[in-house]
C-alpha cells in the first residue's frame, strides 16, 4: 500500500499567519497519462471530512481562495495563506492514484 | 441540498454480521464512483470499498477481503456494504462518500464489535 506521511503532525498557527502541510507518498502518485490522484481534506471536531483540493490543485467549490494546493510526483503541499479561526481541525491528504486509497496520519491545526 | 444518509450501524458479537446502507438526494448518483471510508474514534481515516457508477467495477481493502461485498441500487440512489465475521477492529464510524468532480460525505454510521 502507498504510505502518505504528513507532517507537522500538530501545528499551532497565529490568527491571519500563513500555514504549510507537507505530504509525501512512498511512491508516486503520477497515473499512466499523467493524471495525479491527491486530495486534501479538512475535518472539524464531530464532523465528517470535507474534501478542499482535488486533483493536487483545484479547490473544490465553496473552498476559500486562501487554501491552495501544490505539488507533483510523490510531494505535496496544502498551503492557508492567512489562517483564520474556521480552519481548526485535522487535515489529511489522500492518494486515489493506487488502490487501496490511502491518507496521511493527519495535521491538527490549532490557533496559537 | 445535497445529502447522504448511512444507516445499519449497530453493536454486534464478534463473529456477527451487518449491511450498512446509505441513500443519496440532491444530487446525480448515478454518475458518481461509490465509497465506504471508516473511521476508528478520534483515529485516521481508512477507505474501505468502493464501486464505479455502473456496479461494474468494486472492490474492498485487503483488511476486509472476504468479509466485504459493495453493492449499489441506482434507481434507489442506494449504496450498500455488507460486512461479516466482524471482528474488534472493524468497530469504527463508516462514512458513504460520493467522490468525483465533487465530493459528498454522509454523517456516518457507527459499528460496534463487541462481546
Known amino acids: 500500500d502507498v504510505v502518505m506521511t504528513q507532517s507537522p503532525l500538530s501545528l499551532p498557527v497565529p490568527l491571519g499567519q500563513p500555514a504549510s502541510i507537507s505530504c509525501r507518498s512512498s511512491?508516486?502518485?503520477?497515473?499512466?497519462?499523467?493524471?495525479?490522484?491527491l486530495s486534501w481534506l479538512h475535518q472539524r471536531a464531530g464532523q465528517p471530512p470535507r474534501r478542499l483540493i482535488n486533483?493536487?490543485?483545484k479547490r473544490d467549490s465553496g473552498v476559500p481562495d486562501r487554501f491552495s494546493g501544490s505539488g507533483s510526483d510523490s510531494n505535496f503541499t496544502l498551503t492557508i495563506s492567512r489562517v483564520e479561526a474556521e480552519d481548526v481541525g485535522i487535515y489529511y491528504c489522500?492518494?486515489?492514484?493506487?488502490?487501496?486509497?490511502?491518507f496521511g496520519q493527519g495535521t491538527n491545526l490549532e490557533i496559537k | 441540498e445535497v445529502q447522504l444518509v448511512e444507516s445499519g450501524g449497530d453493536l454486534v458479537q464478534p463473529g456477527g454480521s451487518l449491511r450498512l446502507s446509505c441513500v443519496g438526494s440532491?444530487?446525480?448518483?448515478?454518475?458518481?464512483?461509490m465509497n465506504w471510508v471508516r473511521q476508528v474514534p478520534g483515529k485516521g481515516l481508512e477507505w474501505v470499498a468502493n464501486?464505479?457508477?455502473?456496479?461494474?467495477?468494486?472492490r474492498c481493502v485487503d483488511s476486509l477481503r472476504g468479509r466485504c461485498s459493495v453493492s449499489r441500487d441506482n434507481a434507489g440512489n442506494s449504496l450498500f456494504l455488507d460486512l461479516n465475521t466482524l471482528r474488534a477492529e472493524d468497530t469504527a464510524i463508516y462514512y458513504c462518500?460520493?467522490?468525483?468532480?465533487?465530493?459528498?460525505w454522509g454523517q456516518g454510521t457507527r459499528v460496534t464489535v463487541s462481546s
Open positions: 462518500l460520493a467522490w468525483g468532480a465533487s465530493a459528498y
Open positions: 511512491q508516486s502518485l503520477v497515473r499512466g497519462g499523467g493524471g495525479i490522484y
Open positions: 489522500m492518494q486515489f492514484t493506487h488502490w487501496p486509497h490511502t
Open positions: 486533483d493536487v490543485s
Open positions: 440532491g444530487f446525480t448518483f448515478r454518475v458518481f464512483w
Open positions: 464501486i464505479s457508477p455502473d456496479g461494474s467495477m468494486k
